[in-house]
Each structure stands twice: as structure tokens, then as C-alpha cells.
């Protein structure tokens, strides 16, 4: 869609829209691909599959997607003549051989736009392959939603058809609303949040990154409870999860940034879980006493140059939050504009509203705004105080000519930087969150 927007500060130009997600097919082929051992197989058209190489992968801090991804993922590639005479047979063919062909532990079939419109009968086709491998059907044509919607309907798909019930293993955890790409710092967030809870003597099942996925699949309704890491994404899931396992969930509106959130999500799981207090509050005075002690060394930096600045946020939910608590809770800055840009439900927004502002320490308090327009988001932010702009890498070319502000690439799309391990979660990812932050204006010598 042809939208007029700042380029370089000049109005009259026009640039095709930039979005901040992409389609529900999208969101469960990312998820896929997630899993180790994860094949996606998709019943769509070719473009559906090879264009999430750039805008799910790529857009994710430069991912790419294994050797089950971008241009080698299996797809039936319809056309014309499958609208008109359907792509069932097409589609059997194209998962018996992907099965043959890949070494794969999941086989995930997403039907796209074509097939749902025009009713191919996917689930019985993937029925009679259940007995040769473990495979599910997520029907998530891109009209149904966007990228969030297709993490959903990925679990959804994998409580109905292939969980089944299982003793519950004291201290295990599944944690739920990190998702693969669109959260581009998921895998460095995940590892931290398993490492976090370990400390704590809490087994956290992560599903994404590590191996055996299938394995921590089957392990999902074992778990004592289910962590929610969101506001709103993923509810569906542990709620799916407690009507058909009894398994109770946990939410914390985001993943912990820094140490007073990372103490607060500690003392509220362990709380939950019965972890002896004890054993949580020595290790939270342990790690608060280093973290404290390393943020001294960029103090001078902070205090002298950049102290109680204005910034900005244009960011999924999750990142907003948590930032915007650790920028203005722990180094004193003044948050001036809140975007908020992954379209949560209308319902949640008073609390998402609530979860920043009562959970700031300061008279300064955000306009919080919801938008996805790239062109809107960026009017939001014409004329305002803010020295530093947290968003996607799309404000980043023109962050200093338009807005006078130091730029830090958080949230989809992230095109400018390649995001592995690095993250904000936790002790350390306070620590790196202020490392990225002081690297804008420090130097040049």
C-alpha cells in the first residue's frame, strides 16, 4: 500500500509501507522453524514461503531458517489450476516425499489463503500420515491474523492433535509468549529465562532453540505450570492448556529486564512453585550485589552526558514494557512516548495502559499510543523531547535528521543488526541494555 512518509525529512516522497508483522502463516512457519527438528511443509502458493525469507526471518535481527527454512522449505506452490480443481492430491504427494526427504521430528502442515478459501479437506490428508510420523495441521491463512495469531493457532494445533496426558513432574515449567523471529531477541530470552529459574531449582521447558524439540513438546502437559511472558499473546494457549490438563499458568506481563523486574518474576514464581523464600532472596542479594557494582563503571558516562533524558519507545508489547520499566525504574530516564505496534486486542489495552503506568517511578509519565501505520508512528513522534528512540531498524536511517534522537534497534523488523544470544533478559541483559544504550554517544576517540 503506497503511503506518503518522512524520508529524510522531506514529506512530498512516497515509500511502500513498512510493516511491523507479517501474516498468521508467517507466525507458525517462524514457530516452526523454531523447534529443532521442526519441518514446516506449506499448502499455499510459492510466495507465501520465500517472501517470510525476508519478512520473518531476515526481519527477526537477521535469522535465517536452517535447512528447513526460506528456500528449501517444502511448499505445493498452488496455482491457478488448484483454485479451480483443489490441491489435495498435491499435497499428499508433497508430504510423503518431504517425510522421506528430511530428517525431521515435528512435520508441521500450514495451509495458507488458497486452500482455507477454497476447502481442501488438509486435516484428512495429514491424518493418513499419522502413523509414519508425528505431524499436525495448522490452518493459518494470512487473513485470519497476523504473526501473533499464527504462534497461537501453532500450539493450538499441537494440544489438540498430539499432546496427551501425562504425570505431572514437580518444579517443571513450560514458558509461553516469546516468539521465534517476531521477538527478535527470543533466543538470548529464552536461555536467560531457563538459566534464571534453574538457579531458583525450577526446570524451565522452553520448546524453541534447544534439542530433542519434540521431546519438550511431549513434555508440555507434565509440567507443574505453565509462564505466560505477555499481556496478551499466548493467553490462549494456557488456558487451552488448563482446560485440557488441569495445568495452572503463571503471567508476568513481560519478559524481566534488569534486577528489580528479574527479583519481582523470581519471588512470584517461587512463590507459586513453593520454592523455599530463602534460597530465592540469597540469590537475588547475590546477583543484585555484582549487577549493581558493574552499572557504576558506566555512570560517569550517564550522569555527565546523557542524565535524565526523555526516550521513546516504538516496540512490540513485551519490549515496550519492559524497557520502558527499566529505563525509567533504574537509571532515572523520562519516558516521553510509548508506541506500542504488534495490534493487541482492543481489551487489553487499558491493561497493557496500567502495566506501564503504575509500574513507573516517576512524575513523568508516557503517552502510550497503539499503532501499526509506519506513517502514523512516525507523526506521533514528530516535535517531541525525547534524545533516544527505541524501535525497529526502520527509524534508524533517519532517527538524528528527523527526530535529534540516538537510535537502538529492539523490535521487528530488525534489518541493521544480527541479534544470536544478545538480549536484555534478566541480570545481564540490564547490563547489556545500558551497554547498547551508552554506545550511541560515547566516543569517538
Not at 286 to 293: A, N, P
Amino acid at each position: 500500500m503506497s503511503k506518503k512518509t518522512y524520508l529524510s525529512g522531506d514529506l512530498s516522497k512516497n515509500s511502500l509501507e513498512a510493516p511491523r508483522f507479517s501474516c498468521s502463516l508467517a507466525g507458525a512457519y517462524g514457530t516452526t522453524l523454531g523447534i529443532c527438528g521442526g519441518v514446516p511443509i506449506l499448502h499455499s502458493g510459492a510466495g507465501c514461503g520465500i517472501g517470510q525469507l525476508f519478512g520473518t526471518l531476515y526481519a527477526g535481527g537477521q535469522g535465517a531458517g536452517g535447512n528447513e527454512g526460506g528456500t528449501s522449505t517444502p511448499c505445493s506452490c498452488l496455482v491457478e489450476e488448484h483454485v479451480v480443481f483443489g490441491g489435495e492430491n498435491k499435497l499428499r504427494d508433497l508430504i510423503q516425499s518431504t517425510i522421506e526427504i528430511f530428517n525431521g521430528d515435528l512435520f508441521v502442515v500450514i495451509s495458507g489463503c488458497v486452500p482455507s478459501l477454497i476447502g481442501d479437506d488438509v486435516d484428512n490428508i495429514v491424518g493418513e500420515f499419522r502413523n509414519k510420523a508425528s505431524i499436525v495441521h495448522v490452518n493459518a491463512p494470512g487473513f485470519k491474523g497476523h504473526s501473533h495469531e499464527g504462534y497461537e493457532l501453532f500450539f493450538e494445533a499441537i494440544i489438540d492433535q498430539l499432546l496427551t496426558e501425562k504425570p505431572v513432574q514437580k518444579k517443571l515449567v513450560n514458558i509461553f509468549g516469546i516468539i521465534p523471529y517476531n521477538h527478535v531477541f527470543w533466543k538470548g530470552e529464552l536461555s536467560t529465562v531457563k538459566k534464571l529459574l534453574a538457579s531458583i531449582g525450577i526446570e524451565a521447558n522452553i520448546i524453541f532453540t534447544e534439542e530433542n524439540g519434540i521431546r519438550n513438546i511431549d513434555s508440555i502437559p507434565s509440567a507443574e505450570y505453565n509462564i505466560l511472558l505477555s499481556t496478551w499473546n499466548g493467553h490462549r494457549i494456557v488456558k487451552k492448556l488448563e482446560e485440557k490438563f488441569k495445568t495452572p499458568f503463571i503471567t508476568f506481563p513481560n519478559v524481566p529486564i534488569g534486577a528489580k523486574q528479574t527479583a519481582q518474576f523470581l519471588r512470584t514464581v517461587g512463590d507459586k512453585l513453593e520454592v523455599d523464600s530463602e534460597l530465592i532472596e540469597r540469590f537475588i542479594k547475590k546477583e543484585e550485589s555484582w549487577v549493581y557494582r558493574y552499572m557504576e563503571y558506566p555512570g560517569d558516562a550517564i550522569i555527565l552526558v546523557r542524565p535524565n533524558s526523555y526516550f521513546a519507545v516504538v516496540s512490540d508489547t513485551n519490549t515496550a514494557i519492559g524497557i520502558t520499566k527499566f529505563l525509567t525504574n533504574e537509571l532515572g530516564y523520562l519516558p516521553d512516548i510509548i508506541e506500542i505496534t504488534d495490534n493487541p486486542p482492543e481489551e487489553y489495552h487499558e491493561l497493557i495502559r496500567k502495566e506501564i503506568l503504575d509500574n513507573i517511578d516517576t512524575v513523568v509519565k508516557p503517552e502510550i499510543i497503539f499503532e501499526t501505520d509506519t506513517y502514523k508512528i512516525r507523526q506521533n513522534l514528530e516535535g517531541r523531547a525525547f534524545q533516544f528512540l527505541f524501535s525497529s531498524s526502520i527509524e534508524a536511517p533517519t532517527a538524528m535528521e528527523d527526530f535529534s534522537a540516538l537510535h537502538i534497534s529492539v523490535s521487528f523488523p530488525v534489518y541493521n543488526r544480527s541479534v544470536l544470544v544478545h538480549n536484555y533478559a534478566g541480570y545481564d541483559g540490564g547490563l547489556s541494555l545500558i551497554e547498547d544504550l551508552v554506545s550511541t554517544f560515547v566516543g569517538p576517540l
